[in-house]
């Protein structure tokens, strides 16, 4: 990794894990944090309306909001004015949702899949050259039942795909159980006969590792 390239720490999990607590629990280490909400709005969503307040009422009030439908460019855009200590995003999945239904008429079935890789690719290298710590929070999605549907199922790939993106790129990467987070790489340990231990972290964790260069 370049020296001028953002430090990224991916934190999967699955549905309500407790993964972007444990996000938020992290940049709370820092002073100053910019918190990119992938959510948007969906039109009479009494849910999802209740769902995104339940969020913005955890977070605190002074860290910097940015939210989708504003682009990744448009997050490296406010961060280099901001100045912010870390960058939260949250997250690749519904970055992925919303990148599925704009451009899901628009694309054969084999097409839309190459071209949500392509849109994946962009979004890593534009995280990289924000030259910030940054918090990825995603879900695993691979682990439940087939979608019955093709965009499911084309859904399910995508995410496949830019998991190990990011994951590969990633110096620290954990996987959130029942609001307990385990770790499954930090690219500073060395491997012993192609083991590395794994445990249990805390956002302290996250913190020291994340500011040890």
């Known amino acids: 990794m370049e020296n001028n390239q953002s430090i990224i720490a991916l ?4 549905a309500h894990s407790g993964k972007s607590q444990f996000a938020e629990n992290c940049a709370a280490h820092w002073h100053s944090v ?12 009494p849910e999802w309306e209740n769902r995104i307040l339940r969020h913005k009422e955890r977070r605190p009030s002074h860290w910097l909001t940015i939210e989708y439908p504003m ?14 200590e870390i960058l939260i995003i949250d997250c690749l999945t519904l970055w992925m949702g919303w990148k599925l239904s704009k451009y899901f008429h628009s694309y054969s079935q084999i097409q839309l899949l190459k071209h ?7 979004l890593l290298k534009e995280v990289q050259n924000i030259n910030l710590p940054v918090l990825v929070v995603s879900n ?5 039942v087939v979608p019955s549907s093709d965009s499911g199922r084309l859904f399910r790939e ?7 993106l990011f994951a590969e790129a990633a110096k620290l990467i954990s996987f959130s159980i029942a609001s307990q987070n385990l770790l499954l790489k930090n690219s500073n340990m060395k491997m012993q ?5 794994l445990g249990i972290i805390n956002a302290e ?3 020291s590792e994340l500011n040890f260069k």
């Open 116 to 122: 949500l890789e392509t849109e994946s690719i962009h």
């Open 140 to 144: 695993e999605v691979g682990e439940g």
């Open 205 to 207: 964790y996250i913190f």
């Open 158 to 164: 995508a995410m496949g795909y830019i998991n190990q």
């Open 11 to 14: 934190l999967l999990g699955g």
């Open 34 to 45: 910019a918190y990119y909400a992938t959510g948007g709005q969906i039109e009479n969503s």
């Open 71 to 84: 682009e990744i460019e448009d997050v490296a855009t406010i961060c280099k004015q901001e100045n912010p």
């Open 193 to 197: 006969n192609g083991f590395s231990p």
